[in-house]
């Protein structure tokens, strides 16, 4: 498979599974959150698969940018912006390199830009920023998926809907750090990682 | 009266923004406000490409941007960087820090005496 194939799996796959997992999603958000993180995602990932189908990909930078802009205007709710500004970001780097690395640290930089949000607030990017550390040195495992998304259960939000319960936070999975790991799980099983 | 400045609204919830308007209307009735409240389909969220359309149909160049809560703040955002006009992002309490902008933009009150009053309704960040 060529890497824009792969690529094009990681993303139907990261589909798939927030499709499948809707519910798990919907529920994480309504224990810390307004409850729609799984509806809303799934929303987008139909809107994506769409566009997908009406379009043949040549360059890995425009595929980014589809799926960004596609999911900012389809998808409500913070995940939209959060989501599409990282591919957005994605498919800037992506005119400049290949190294998946390199375009998921672009990614991260452009949620943390979108939500001013920092490692440890109990947000995506704390599986973001681990699973990038780990993919850039050639460690990334799905222990290492699954163990950022549990360090967010202990993590009291200080970012998004969740800050305002406080403390009450406490316990309980971030709805955004566990769709995230289903896009690193999509990743691992895409094979775009296989060739590096 | 014509204003250079309009306020825009952004809330999740329609009848927040419908509710909101209808309170600054009986106090600034000559400014142009305009809301993007709700989802494209009326659900509760906000949306980047309503915020974007309602910025694009002001006559007004320049904008005093209010928000209810944290998302509504991104996809303003976002939609601040596609769009050409002057947009001021206030992070005060909604309803006071718009219902002060509206009520001094009506009485013709400068926009540094108007951002002056608002400071102290800043309550988020």
């Known amino acids: ?196 | 009266m014509t204003n250079k400045y309009g306020i825009l609204l952004v809330s999740h919830v329609e009848e927040i923004t419908d509710g909101l308007l209808k309170l600054l209307d009986q106090v600034a009735g000559d400014v142009s406000i305009k809301t993007a409240g709700g989802t494209e389909n009326g659900e509760i969220g906000t949306n980047f490409e309503k915020i974007n359309q309602v910025l694009n149909a002001f006559e007004e160049e320049k904008i005093l941007a209010f928000y209810d809560l944290g998302s509504a703040k991104m996809n303003l955002e976002m939609a601040m960087e596609y769009s050409d006009k002057e947009i001021t992002l206030y992070e005060t309490a909604f309803i006071e820090g718009s219902y002060v902008a509206a009520s001094l933009l009506q009485a013709d009150v400068d926009i540094e005496v108007i951002e002056e009053q608002l400071k102290p309704l800043i309550v988020k960040e």
Not at chain 1, 54 to 79: H, I, P, R, W
Not at chain 1, 134 to 150: A, N
Not at chain 1, 163 to 172: A, E, F, K, V
């Open chain 1, 1 to 196: 498979m060529s890497m824009i194939e792969k690529v094009s799996k990681w993303i139907e796959l990261f589909g798939e599974k927030v499709t499948q997992n809707k519910e798990t999603l919907n529920k994480l958000d309504t224990a810390i959150g307004d409850g729609d993180h799984g509806s809303n995602l799934t929303r987008g990932a139909a809107a994506i698969r769409e566009k997908a189908e009406e379009t043949t990909y040549d360059n890995l930078s425009k595929l980014f940018q589809d799926v960004g802009m596609t999911l900012v205007s389809k998808v409500g709710g913070a995940s939209g912006p959060l989501y599409g500004s990282a591919f957005i970001e994605m498919a800037k780097k992506a005119k400049e390199t290949e190294d998946i690395g390199e375009i998921l640290e672009a990614g991260l930089n452009g949620i943390q830009k979108r939500g001013k949000a920092e490692v440890g607030e109990k947000t995506m990017v704390d599986e973001w920023a681990p699973v990038i550390d780990h993919i850039k040195s050639g460690s990334f495992t799905d222990e290492i998926i699954q163990e950022s998304l549990q360090n967010t259960k202990e993590m009291k939000a200080t970012k998004g809907r969740a800050s305002y319960l406080g403390d009450r936070s406490i316990g309980h999975i971030d709805p955004g750090a566990q769709s995230s790991a289903y896009f690193f799980e999509a990743l691992l099983d895409s094979g775009v990682l296989d060739d590096e």
